[in-house]
């Protein structure tokens, strides 16, 4: 099968071409790198010619008000590129719980792509990812200073990238789900016990202070990042890969 990886150079999209090359299929590495412009919409044809399935694995460069027009412009230029190129499957990332959280601008953005994504002329499928261990350094680094880390108590179930590569890779290789699959890690926990288990297997001495109002997660109440029933669960824990990432 011949597949187009948008944002193929990235964090996911780079194990994810590789992952679908080891598997036999035809893969393009599409990227600004590689002469690709979503935002403009430039070289998305040479990309996608023959491709039967095109995954987008792109990031708006900001997270606030700007990032709804980002996903509305290249999710249209994407499938615009994609009917001309009688594309079979369109594929995208996305998070979990995103359209129960309006009053982020990042996640209202990634709502308004998976909606055009349904209503647009290609069979698609959606996959939802739950935060990535690789981004707890980010998150802390939001609201910490040299003593603490302030974190709000917001309940996550955070995976491994190379895990939700591995759900990609199959949903991709696959028929259209015409819907959404929720991937997730085993374990759920508060962010700031997700804090505090970062900061002790690293022997980081701050202290992580609870802030319900704290960085971008204090917006969110309840279980919404959680995964629901049906969610694909990935079987590494959050301790153990911390430890392997020593």
Avoid: C
Avoid at 30 to 42: E, M, N, P, R, Y
Avoid at 60 to 71: C, G
Avoid at 147 to 162: E, F, G, K, Y
């Amino acid at each position: 099968m011949k597949i187009t990886v948008i944002g193929g150079t990235g964090l996911i999209g780079s194990q994810l071409v590789t992952r679908l090359r080891d598997a036999g299929h035809e893969v393009i590495a599409a990227a600004l790198s590689t002469g690709v412009d979503l935002l403009k919409g430039t070289g998305l044809d040479k990309a996608l010619d023959g491709a039967e399935t095109v995954v987008n694995v792109t990031n708006s460069p900001t997270f606030d008000e700007a990032s709804p027009e980002f996903f509305r412009t290249t999710t249209g230029h994407l499938l615009a590129a994609g009917e001309r190129a009688g594309v079979r499957h369109q594929v995208i990332l996305s998070i979990v719980g995103v359209d129960r959280v309006p009053q982020l601008d990042y996640y209202r953005a990634k709502t308004l792509q998976e909606e055009l994504l349904r209503n647009g002329p290609t069979p698609y499928s959606i996959v939802r990812a739950t935060q990535f261990f690789e981004f707890m350094d980010a998150v802390m680094s939001w609201t910490a200073d040299d003593d603490t880390v302030r974190l709000p108590s917001t309940r996550v179930q955070p995976i491994a990238a190379a895990e939700v590569v591995e759900a990609l890779a199959d949903v991709t290789a696959g028929e259209p789900l015409g819907g959404v699959l929720d991937v997730a890690g085993p374990d759920v926990f508060t962010l700031d016990e997700l804090g505090r288990l970062t900061l002790a297997a690293r022997e980081d001495r701050r202290t992580v202070v609870v802030d319900e109002r704290a960085g971008m997660f204090g917006a969110v109440e309840g279980d919404v990042l959680v995964a629901g029933p049906g969610a694909r669960l990935a079987p590494t824990h959050y301790r153990d890969w911390l430890e392997s990432a020593l």
